[in-house]
């Protein structure tokens, strides 16, 4: 107990997946992963910071993160448990990177929509974390989230090959 409120608990898979979630909500299309001042991790010369404050590093190792998570998904279960809060930003996040990366990248409006969508929804988990209501559990499939891995890791290798150097180095 803290000040009188009681612990939040979680799942390993839940404390797995929350920094996955607030580092997609960051994410800008074909680009990779906009890094936010005041994140010490990510204040470092070895974050490829190239003066678009875009992380190509995160970006690799948010898709090596995401091939473990669809690899420890195997499971029977139909569902896990969750809060609801987490299960609001992951049926969002599948929502939103359901479009194509293509189709993201057709025009700066679109680019803006969906960068728009994805901070809207890390506002909305943020919001609900800071109100404290996070207490709240929710089932989610786990088709739903094996959905969303997979709809997030095609606009992450999307952004990969888009970054590639072109001089073979």
Known sequence: LHNGEALVKASLLEKL???????LTNY????????NTQRPEWNDANNALAGHGLSMVTTCYIHRYLNFLDRILKLDAPQIECSTALKECLNALTDIFATSPESSLQSPA???????ALGLAGEHYRNRVYANEISEHSTLSTERLKA???NARTHIRASIEANKRSDGL
């Open 17 to 23: 997946l929350i920094p996955l979630v607030v580092k």
């Open 28 to 35: 800008m299309p074909g680009g990779g992963i906009w890094m």
């Open 110 to 116: 679109s680019s803006y929509k969906m960068l728009k």
């Open 148 to 150: 969303f891995i997979q």
